[in-house]
């Protein structure tokens, strides 16, 4: 099994900057993509990001060219730098890894952005 611990997150201020850290424990040689989600309360889940074994990337239209994510090998964790933060992008983000068990989620971590 996979373990997803996440970290970062918090409150900054529209246009600023966070990032989220999402790191791996357990059988993480199965690991095929990891990336995150987000969600609003009350709103359906929605697809932020994700990266493959093969260094495959993909994001959801609404953070192109905002949000970037990365991976330290070494240190078996993602990353998603979030840059000009925007309002709409308050939300609870939950990384998750998939591998031939299934999908594993993080515990989710708040974002919030004020103006």
């Known amino acids: 099994q996979v373990q997803l611990v996440e970290s970062g997150g918090g409150s900054v201020q529209a246009g600023g900057s966070l990032r989220l850290s999402c790191a791996a424990s357990?059988?993480?040689?199965?690991?095929?993509?990891m990336g995150w989600y987000r969600q609003v309360s009350g709103n359906e889940r929605e697809f932020v990001a994700t990266i493959t074994s093969g260094g495959t990337i993909n994001y959801a239209d609404s953070v192109k060219g905002r949000f970037t994510i990365s991976r330290d090998n070494a240190k078996n964790t993602r990353y998603l730098q979030m840059n000009s933060l925007k309002l709409e992008d308050t939300a609870v983000y939950r990384c998750?890894?998939?591998?031939?068990?299934?999908?594993?989620w993080g515990q989710g971590t708040q974002v919030t952005v004020f103006s």
């Open positions: 357990g059988n993480i040689v199965s690991i095929m993509a």
């Open positions: 998750y890894a998939d591998s031939p068990s299934g999908r594993r």
